[in-house]
């Protein structure tokens, strides 16, 4: 929506709005007088103005509900305006209900398009209603910081004396806190450095130190070492020849290991014929015995099985022999006169079968007995096999051992004639306490040159180079807290630019306060009027100081609005006060009635 910079409000229309049941119409001119008694409508008017504009009251305070006529739920209120360029427009805000509706010369519109064209709430009612700019706080000291005017850096410079303005010149000041800040940080990571510089540097002149005395100290312990060890080895071998102990110990060692290679043949020998025995033993242990009647007492078992059949089977026909039964074998039928006849008969083949049968149990009772002298003599034959040969191999055994034993009694003597020189060669002269600390002697001779050679290695570190790197630092840091001295002036020049755009007739308003020392800009609201802090004035001065802010807000937000004053009769002089546009006054008459009237006389533009 387009922007209105100013406006004068030529009438209003308002029904169900407080007081106003019914649709009043208001006529306003460039100074009109609001007059009545209390209770008669005058704030209300303010009210009406406010509310069609920002949907608010006078003083900004929400709770509409209470803007509503008890009689007439349809609040309205329609403005009639002419903005500064001389054109006419028409504003009408209505709520009924809960819904609230606005139209600008005919079209429907948001709020947020009436903050775009008359500005936002804050700054409106700042600009309308003298005391309500006061009232903000913090949130009116926002709202001029974000009108006040942008002091160029070439200007804030030109302020400056030449020496200060060369330092600055390059210097990239878009926010001069932040410039300032960066430099104090810049300054405090130099400290930092400048300490970290100088403990590394005591760091290194106690680690030269050190280096020092622990090569000193590894040079003392290795000659020290060395002397003993010297000592030790002169005394190993002293009044001994070495070279002879040593051609006896190979004498020794050759007699010794023939001696084994002897016994181990003879051993090998035994050995063989021993393992030929104990195989030739196991295998005879686990040859089994093989009969040769096995087949015939095979058939004379079968034999003696067949006719032990046949006999049951004719003694069971002969029991089942009664008259009327049927012989098996001549198939005739069995009478009382024949029966004796057939049983004999049965009786006769049933003996036979028995005579047969005990003829083969004797051939088979002779067979076995034939088998079992055969067993016995296998069993004679193999047990004394293997006693023969047991007894053959227990004595190559004890001969193995008799041998080995000799060889073994041989081969420890030349062992420990052998270990006796080998310690003798070993050892020499020294105690096992004093051939031990030789060993321990060697090894700690070894460490300390290579703990001597790494010391040697580490380099001696340079000390001056810490010295340039600390002047560099501390010469960085004096020109940067030159950098903020000038800054310093800088950022005091540029607050005293800004806040002359602040001045006015006796009102006084101080949003910071800048220290001199560090360049530092502090939050200090203070308003003042005639030199007198806000809380202490009368409401006429808070008024008249009311009329100076506004008119202040005009020329920083470059929108002419009108001013809305209320208990004009409190107030009995404006002559601080020189108003630019539409002004509205409210002075209460006793027992009068409600009179909005237009006056003329317009009052004195200011330059």
């Given amino acids: 929506m387009k922007k209105i910079e100013g406006f004068q409000i030529t009438g209003m229309t308002l029904s169900g709005f407080k007081s106003y049941q019914e649709p009043t119409h208001l006529d306003f001119g460039p100074l009109t007088l609001v007059t009545g008694g209390n209770g008669r409508g005058k704030t209300s008017v303010a009210d009406a103005i406010a509310f069609a504009i920002t949907g608010l009251p006078f003083f900004g305070k929400r709770g509409i509900d209470r803007l509503h006529n008890e009689s007439n739920p349809a609040l309205s209120v329609s403005l009639s305006l002419m903005d500064n360029t001389g054109q006419a427009h028409t504003l009408t805000r209505m709520r009924h209900r809960d819904r609230m509706t606005i139209t600008f010369d005919g079209y429907e519109l948001r709020q947020v398009d009436l903050s775009d064209m008359f500005g936002e709430r804050d700054v409106f009612l700042s600009i309308f209603n003298p005391l309500y700019f006061i009232e903000l706080g913090e949130s009116g000291k926002r709202l001029l910081e974000m009108y006040l005017p942008t002091v160029p850096h070439e200007a804030v410079l030109a302020q400056l004396s030449e020496k200060t303005r060369e330092a600055l010149r390059d210097e990239q000041i878009f926010s001069p806190d932040t410039y300032l800040k960066n430099r104090r940080e810049e300054i405090r990571n130099l400290k930092e450095s400048i300490l970290y510089l100088t403990g590394q540097k005591d760091l290194a002149v106690s680690q030269n130190q050190d280096r020092e005395q622990k090569l000193q100290e590894l040079e003392l312990r290795r000659s ?42 003879g051993t090998t020998d035994t050995q063989d014929a021993l393992i030929t025995l104990r195989s030739k033993i196991a ?35 002969f029991r089942a022999m009664v008259p009327g039964a049927v012989c098996p074998t001549c198939h005739r039928a069995v009478t009382a006169e024949n029966l004796k006849e057939v049983q004999s008969a049965i009786k006769r083949a049933a003996d036979a079968i028995a005579v047969e049968g005990k003829e083969c149990r004797a051939q ?96 001696v570190v340079d000390l ?144």
């Fill in 224 to 265: 020290s070492l060395q002397s003993e060890l010297f000592a030790l080895e002169e005394r190993r071998f002293s009044g001994m020849d070495v070279p002879a102990m040593q051609e006896q110990l190979g004498e020794l060692s050759a007699r010794y290991e023939e001696l084994v290679r002897d016994g181990r043949d």
């Fill in 283 to 317: 295998q005879r242990q686990a040859e089994p015995y093989h009969s040769k009647y096995t087949k015939a007492l095979a058939d004379a078992q079968a034999k003696i099985n067949e006719l032990g059949g046949r006999y049951t089977r004719e003694v069971g026909i």
């Fill in 364 to 459: 088979f009772d002779a067979l076995m007995e034939l088998d079992q002298k055969s067993r016995d003599t296998f069993e004679q034959f193999k047990a004394e096999d293997i006693e023969k040969w047991s007894a053959e191999a227990e004595a190559l055994e004890t001969k193995r051992r008799e041998r080995a034993d000799a060889v073994g009694s041989q081969a420890e003597t030349l062992r420990q004639q052998m270990q006796s020189l080998v310690s003798d060669l070993e050892y020499g002269t020294l105690s096992q306490e004093e051939y031990d600390r030789m060993i321990s002697c060697r090894e700690e001779l070894h460490q300390c040159e290579a703990d001597l050679k790494a010391a040697q290695s580490v380099g």
């Fill in 464 to 607: 001056p180079a810490f010295d340039q790197q600390i002047k560099a630092a501390e010469e960085q840091i004096e020109a940067l807290e030159r950098k903020i001295s000038d800054a310093v002036l800088y950022v005091s020049k540029r607050a005293e630019m800004t806040f002359s755009k602040l001045k006015m007739n006796k009102v006084a308003f101080s949003l910071y306060d800048v220290v001199k020392s560090t360049g530092e800009v502090r939050d200090a609201f203070k308003f003042t009027f005639d030199g007198r802090n806000y809380d202490r004035l009368s409401l006429s001065e808070k008024i008249r100081a009311g009329m100076e802010v506004s008119e202040l807000l005009k020329r920083l937000t470059g929108r002419n609005y009108p001013v809305f004053v209320d208990n004009m009769e409190s107030v009995d002089d404006l002559a601080n006060v020189h108003p630019t546009g539409q002004v509205i006054m409210a002075r209460c008459v006793r027992g009068q009635p409600l009179s909005v009237s237009p006056v003329q006389q317009q009052v004195k533009q200011a330059a």
